[in-house]
């Protein structure tokens, strides 16, 4: 009995750790925002007030606005074309199975295991030959197959009751119909967990858009925030770059917090097998 | 479902159509061109062929076989502590008599929605000379002086180690949470009358249970540590003295910050693409073997 309490104290305090481990920063975060510059190098641990300060010299000294919306449409194109791209895939391999498309499907599995850095020259020389050179679609254009997401749709698809779709076509429905109003809204949960996977993927991308976004106003999040703290030129405001990391982080918080039953439901599904 | 008929067939080829397109000109054509590369030394438009000349370079640059090596050693050391803590972490968390599970869970997970170059700076700022981990450490006299966390060769890859490990592990949690829901409790409540211990249970019902996530996983970590970028970049730049560089920064500085060679950084990310699948493979193997 002891020994089942002092497990059970033991795991207690395992958990809490653990968990002030992977919340801390985000405290730090969320108080040194309130702090100047000098007192967040001074190591202040209490709530300042200069948050308003570093609000308005994030909107002023930065491109904010500019680079908030760059992300946002880079990430929102992804997201919608990689999903209407990979389910409609992932439905073609699995319901219209045939000898030359399960060999397809192989070889896109296989590219999994091919690093981007093979494919960034060759990208590179290709996007800047068609003139795409600082300009959303440059990142758009490559991530809209994505091997993973079809992966992902066909891994659900598997369990799906294949006896519904024979008795809509025997009813004389059309196969772009069948997919479109009955296998899609089945799927909804799927699709909201491939949306977040994407759309986290899009927004925090940092390699690509750091090659072929140059310039300053077509620049995302992640590069205003990690082009201003590499900066040896003038000091580095702190508190301004705390202020940018929160509010890049927020629409990936709200989004996981809103859809987190998805989430986590999507992945169970795509494990299953 | 071998026996389509031709019709069926060929309307399934309309839905991937699109996919095949985009497969083709944004995977194909650039391994295609890529192969090229290879064998010629390019900057600029001026190319011309130069064989394995690129191979031979590679073996007496000693910059491409310490960040090589610094990839290597991140994937050796920081992957296996982490999926031993996602497993730990997600036993615990699947436990019927953990309270407020659901509170925790989010806990853990809440790293998972930085963004890589946001939480990199985050730990640069908290590591850097006088940031609040030096302080810490000196206001409970663990330390004297501040330990030079970014600017020591060895403390700047324990930095990148400790963040790969925060940002992680919460990411590859879930996985092992959603595959402890299909062992069912059954198995341990006999365990348990049988007189099984914690430790065994651990060991001989949940370890294999988990065993293909764990090769997911580890295949998983495996491709993207050796493809690291986004947190030595932003965390210590590689520095010092390119002692966190690790490959893919690399291949990166080659082709874009420095004099561009673009064929000879291609000739060195298809070396780190054969070590992707030799690693692969093996894991596979390894996983498959006592079937």
Not at chain 1, 60 to 86: C, E, P, R, Y
Not at chain 1, 198 to 219: C, E, H, R, T
Request: hydrophobic share 55%; glycine share 6%.
């Amino acid at each position: 009995m002891t020994n089942r309490k002092v497990n059970s104290v033991l795991k207690y305090i395992f958990i809490l750790i653990c968990a002030f481990i992977s919340v801390f920063p985000f405290i730090w975060m969320l108080i040194e925002c309130t702090n100047s510059s000098a007192d967040i190098l001074a190591g202040k641990m209490s709530i300042g007030n200069q948050f308003m300060v570093n609000w308005h010299n994030a909107f002023s000294q930065t491109n904010l606005i500019g680079d908030f919306w760059n992300s946002l449409k880079i990430a929102t194109g992804v997201t919608v074309l990689s999903i209407i791209v990979a389910s409609l895939a992932a439905y073609g391999f699995q319901i219209y199975r045939s000898r030359g498309k399960n060999w397809v499907y192989s070889i896109f599995i296989a590219s999994m295991m091919i690093p981007f850095s093979v494919l960034m020259i060759p990208l590179y020389r290709m996007v800047s030959k068609l003139g795409l050179i600082n300009t959303a679609w440059a990142v758009i254009l490559p991530s809209i197959t994505s091997v993973f997401l079809v992966f992902f749709f066909h891994q659900s698809l598997e369990t799906f009751p294949i006896d519904t779709i024979e008795s809509a076509r025997i009813d004389g429905a059309r196969e772009f119909r069948i997919f479109w109003s009955i296998v899609l809204p089945q799927l909804r949960s799927t699709f909201a967990a491939a949306a977040i996977y994407s759309f986290m993927g899009a927004w925090n991308n940092y390699m690509w858009p750091l090659i072929v976004l140059q310039s300053d106003d077509q620049k995302t999040l992640p590069l205003l925030i990690s082009g201003l703290s590499a900066n040896t030129n003038f000091s580095i405001d702190y508190g301004v770059i705390m202020i940018l990391i929160i509010i890049s982080t927020i629409p990936i918080f709200l989004i996981f917090l809103f859809l987190q039953k998805y989430f986590v439901q999507g992945m169970t599904g795509a494990n299953k097998g | 479902m071998n026996g389509v008929n031709e019709k069926t067939n060929r309307i399934g080829w309309w839905f991937i159509g699109l996919s095949i397109v985009g497969f083709a000109a944004f995977m194909i054509y650039p391994i295609v061109s890529s192969v090229k590369l290879v064998f010629s030394s390019l900057s600029g438009d001026s190319s011309t062929f130069v064989g394995f000349g690129n191979f031979v370079r590679l073996f007496h640059d000693t910059t491409f076989w310490s960040s090589l090596g610094n990839s290597f050693l991140f994937l050796i050391v920081e992957v296996p502590i982490m999926l031993l803590f996602a497993i730990i972490l997600a036993v615990v968390l699947n436990s019927k008599t953990l309270k407020l599970r659901g509170f925790w869970r989010l806990l853990i997970f809440l790293p998972c929605v930085t963004s890589l170059v946001s939480y990199s700076i985050l730990f640069k700022m908290l590591f850097s000379a006088d940031g609040l981990i030096n302080k810490f450490l000196e206001n409970i006299h663990l330390i004297s002086a501040p330990i030079p966390w970014l600017t020591d060769p060895t403390m700047a890859k324990i930095v990148i180690i400790l963040a790969l490990l925060w940002r992680w592990t919460g990411y590859n949690m879930i996985f092992f949470l959603a595959g402890l829901q299909n062992v069912s409790d059954e198995i341990y409540e006999a365990a348990e009358i049988d007189g099984a211990s914690k430790i065994q249970q651990f060991m001989h019902i949940t370890l294999p249970a988990l065993r293909p996530i764990i090769l997911f996983t580890a295949v998983q970590s495996t491709i993207s540590t050796l493809q690291l970028f986004d947190e030595p970049m932003n965390i210590t730049n590689g520095g010092p003295n390119n002692s966190s560089t690790t490959i893919a920064m690399y291949i990166y500085n080659v082709s874009f910050k420095y004099v561009p060679n673009f064929g000879y950084a291609a000739a060195m990310s298809y070396v780190v693409m054969f070590i992707i699948l030799v690693l692969s493979v093996i894991q596979m193997k390894v996983a498959n073997k006592d079937d």
